[in-house]
C-alpha cells in the first residue's frame, strides 16, 4: 500500500513538474515576440511580482461573542446537532 501511495505521489509531482514545464515554455514563446522596450517593462513588473508581499496589519483579537449562549440550558453537543438540523433544513450544505 506504501509503494502505491509513493507511486501516486510520484506521478502527480512528475504532472505538476510537467504542467510547469509546459507553462515556462508557453511564456517564453510570448517573451522572444516582444520588443526589447516591451522587455524591460516586462523586467520591471517581474521585479515587482516577485518583491510584492501582502503586509496585514494584525489585529487584536476579538472576543465580544463569549457568554452570548449562556441562557441556552443545553449541553454543547445538544446545541451541535441543533445546528446541524437547522443547517439541513435550511439546505446551506
Known amino acids: 500500500m506504501a509503494f502505491l501511495k509513493l507511486k501516486v505521489i510520484n506521478f502527480v509531482t ?8 509546459k507553462a515556462i ?6 517573451i522572444s515576440r516582444l ?7 516586462l523586467d520591471s513588473y517581474l521585479d515587482y511580482l516577485v518583491n510584492k ?3 496585514r496589519k494584525p489585529r487584536k483579537l ?10 441556552i440550558k ?4 445538544e ?3 441543533k445546528a ?6 435550511q439546505n446551506i450544505w
Do not use: C, F, T
Not at 515554455?25 to 510570448?30: A, C, L, M, Q, T
Not at 443545553?74 to 453537543?77: G, L
Open 79 to 81: 446545541l451541535q446537532k
Open 25 to 30: 515554455k508557453n511564456i517564453e514563446s510570448k
Open 62 to 71: 476579538r472576543q465580544d461573542w463569549a457568554g452570548g449562549l449562556k441562557d
Open 35 to 41: 520588443s526589447p522596450v516591451l522587455i524591460r517593462e
Open 84 to 89: 446541524l438540523d437547522w443547517r439541513q433544513k
Open 74 to 77: 443545553m449541553a454543547s453537543i
Open 14 to 21: 512528475l504532472a505538476k513538474k510537467n504542467n510547469r514545464m
Open 53 to 55: 508581499k501582502v503586509v
